[in-house]
């Protein structure tokens, strides 16, 4: 966990994610909480965490998500070294194949 980020309002926000029930909830709760580019940047980030996961190429990835080649690598950096939080979703998704 990054220290930086770990505060009573990151907590408070994390908890109302948690709440949330279904997908139909998040979008609304995003919706009003993101813009419509904070919210494409996110999914664009996630999806380059799957394709590398899986074991994609930087420029088939690219090509797919339209990712810029630091966005995957900063995504990289995260999967290798990070805290592990893509790789439990894609557990936890049964997304891990």
Do not use: W
Not at 50 to 66: A, F, P, Q, R, S
Request: glycine share 6%; charged share 30%.
């Amino acid at each position: 966990m990054n220290p930086k980020i770990k505060n009573k309002s990151t907590d408070r926000l994390f908890k109302a994610i948690l709440s949330l029930e279904t997908v139909e909830e998040c979008y609304h709760f995003f919706d009003d909480l993101c813009t419509v580019q904070e919210m494409k940047a996110m999914a664009q980030r996630y999806a380059v965490a799957k394709m590398l996961h899986d074991g994609e190429i930087y420029n088939d990835i690219v090509k797919e998500t339209g990712a810029s080649t630091a966005t995957i690598s900063r995504v990289n950096r995260s999967l290798n070294y990070g805290s592990e939080g893509y790789s439990l979703t894609f557990e936890r998704l049964g997304e891990d194949e």
